[in-house]
C-alpha cells in the first residue's frame, strides 16, 4: 500500500499528463463504487489495460471509491429502485431484461443499477474536476506542500524511503 | 499528449483474463461446495454438508456426493443423507443467472440417520433454546379405573343438604325469636281473663242506672276484644303462610340427601361412557405429535415453495438478504423461474428396504412457472412393509391462495413392541401386527382438513397389568389382549395453528361391552356406600331441622288458643 501511495505521489508531482490521472481515478470510481463482481468492471478494466489511464492512481482509486460505496449504497438502492420501477422505462428494462448479457450485468439490481448511473453522470464531470485540481496543485500547492511541515514529517517517514526506491532518485521531491 | 492506446495493455488483460479461468477451473468445485453449504445451511438453520461437488461445462452438469442436511431440532441426526445427486444443467439459463435443472437423479437417499459430529449452528442453537420443549406425552393419561373410597368422596365433596339444613335452622331459629317476641305483645291469657273479669262486673251490677251504664261498658268491652281478636287473627294468617313455607322447606330438606347421593353417584362413579373415548387417549396424543411433525416440515419447506415478493408498479421486487440491494423482476419472454428443477427422480432407503419416486417442478416461484409441485413415491415387497405409495401436490401457483394436498397409503406394515400407553394403570404394547394406513391430507391456506383411516390385523396386544389393579383394569387388560383386528378412524380439522382432532375406533365398543357387568356390580357397591354414608352425615342435622319446625308449629298452637279463648268471651 505504502509503495502504491508512493507511485502515486511520484506520478502527481511529476510532468505526467492530468488527463491520465483523471482517467483512472474516474474509471477506478465506477468499480469502486458499483459491486466488484459486475460485468461491466470487466470492461473498466479493459479500458484501464489498453487507454493510458495511470495504473497506480487507478488502484488507489479503487481503494478510496470502494470505502465511499460503504457508505452510499443505501442511497444507491434507493436511486435503483426509482429507476428500475420508473414506469416510463418500464419497457426499456423489460427489453434488456430479456438480453443475456445484460442478466449477467446484474443491471436489474437496485444497488449495481443505482451506483452505475451515479458513477456514468459524474464521469464527465469528475474528469475535468479530477483534471484541474491537479493542474491547480501542480501550478499552487506543490511549492508550498514540499515546504509545509506536514512533508517535512513525511521525508522523515518510511514512506519516503519506500518513494525514494520507487523514483530511485535518492533527491529531493 | 501521448498516443491515448496501450498496446501492451491488450496483452496485459488478456493474461489477466486467463489467469481467472485457470483459477476458476481449479477452484470452481471447491467454491460450489462453499456456496451449497453455506447456502443450504441457511436455508435449513443447521449444518448442510457435501463430501465432494463436480462441475463439468459440456455438457454443464453438477454432481454432489454424500450431502447431509442436519435436522435443525436433533443436531446429532440428519434429516437426510444422500449417497449421490446428479444434475444437468441449462447453459444458456445459467449466464441468465437462472438455475435451470431439467433432470436430477438422486440415489441412496436415507431418512433420519446418525451424525457423527453435531451440525448445530451456533447462532441457531441459541435461538432454539428460547424455544419450550415439545413434551410429546403430555395430556396422555388413561382415566382413574379405581372405585373411589366414599370416605375420602364424602371428606372433599360439599353436600347441599348439610348447607340447606344449617340455613334452615339459622332462619327458623331467628323466625321464632321474632315470633316470641310477637306473641308477647298479642293478647294473652291474662288480658283475655281481665276482659272476662270486667264482663262478670256488669252481668252482676243492679238497678236501672246500673243497667244503663252497663250497656255502655258491655258495647266497649266487646269492641275491645273484637279489636284484640283481629290483632290475634292478622297474626295467625302470618304465620300460617311462614309455616307452610318452613313445611315446604323442611320436605325439600328430607329430599336433599337424594339429591346428593345421585350427583356423587353421576360424578365418581365408573361407566361405558368414560371408556368410550379410550381410543383417543391412546390415538390421541401420538396423532397430535405426527400433526405437528408434519406442519412443522411444511413450514420448513415454505422457502422452496414460495419467497417473499412485493409489487411496485407491475414489476416484482424479491427481497435478498440485507446490504446487498433488492432485485426487480421484469416480464419475461419466456417466464422461467430464477431456480428450477423441473424432474428428480430419487431413490429412498429406509430399513425396510427402498423405493422409488419422481418429484416434479421444484421452485419457489410457481406463479411464474404456472404449475405446482407434484410427487409421486411407490415401492413394495419390503422388509415389514407389503406396499408403501406417497403422493402430492403442492400448488402455490397462486401465492394467496395455496393448497397443499398430500396421500399416503401403507400396506402391510409390521407392527414390532409398539407401545400404546405407558400409563401404571393400563401399560399397553402392541407386540405384533400389521397395519393398513390411509392418509387423505389438504392444508389450504392455513385451514387442515386431514382423514386417516388405520386398520390393525393379527394384533398382539400386551397389557402388563399390575397385581395390585382393581378388577375394571384386568378386565380392560383381558380384552386387549383378545383383540386380534381393529380399525381407528382420524378426522382432523381447523387451522394450521388450532386444529382439532377427532379419533373413533372400534376398541371403545369392545372395552364397553367387555367391562359392562364389572362397572355395573361396581357400581351398585358404590352407590350404597354412598347412600349410607351421606345418610349418616345428614341424619342429625336432619332431625334437628325437624324438631325445629315442631317447635315453630308451637305459636300456632298458641295462637289459635287465644283466638278459642278470646271467642268465647264474646
Redesign the interface.
Known sequence: MLKLIAKFLKVLNSEA?P?QISLAFCLAMVVGLTPLMSLHNILV??L?????ANLSAFLLGVFAFTGVAYLL?PL??QL??VL????TL?SL??SL??I?LF??E?F?????M?SLVFALIVFVPMYFLFNLLITKYRDHLLRWVEKSRLMKFFLASKLYRVYKTVTGLGGAV | MKAIIRWQGLGVFGFVAALICLFALFFIDTIIKGIIEKQGSALVGARVELAEADLTFFPAGLQVSRLQITNPDKPFRNIVEIDRLAMSLDAMRLLQRKIIIEQMAMEGIRPDTTRRKSGALPKYSARKKAAAPVDSKDGFKIPSLQIPDVKEVLGKEKLASLELAKNYQEQIKADMLKWQQQLAELPDESKLAQYKERLNKLKSSSGLAGLLGGATELVAIRQEIQTDLDRLQTAQRDFTEVSASYKKRLAELQNAPRQDIKRLVAKYSLSGRGLANLSSLLFGSKTGNIVEQALSWHAKAQPLLERRKEKKDGSEIVKPARGKGVWVRFEEREPLPDFLVRNITASVQIAAGSFDGTIKNVTPDQDVLGAPLSFTFAGDSMQGLQAISFDGVLDHVNPTLPRDTVNLEIIGFALEKAVLSDDENLPVTINSGLVDLAVQAVLQQRDVNADVDAKLKSADFTTASPQQSDAISQAIAKTLSDITNLTAKAKITGTADNYDIQLSSDLDNILKQAVANTIKDQTARFEQDLKDGVMAKTKGPLAAATTSFSDFDGIAKELTARLQAGGNLL
Do not use: H, M, P, Q
Request: glycine share 12%.
Open positions: 499528463e488527463g478494466l479493459f484501464v489495460c489498453v487507454l493510458r449504497d444507491f438502492s435503483g429502485i428500475l420501477t420508473a414506469g418500464k428494462w423489460s431484461y430479456n443475456t442478466r449477467l446484474n436489474n439490481n437496485s444497488i449495481v443505482g
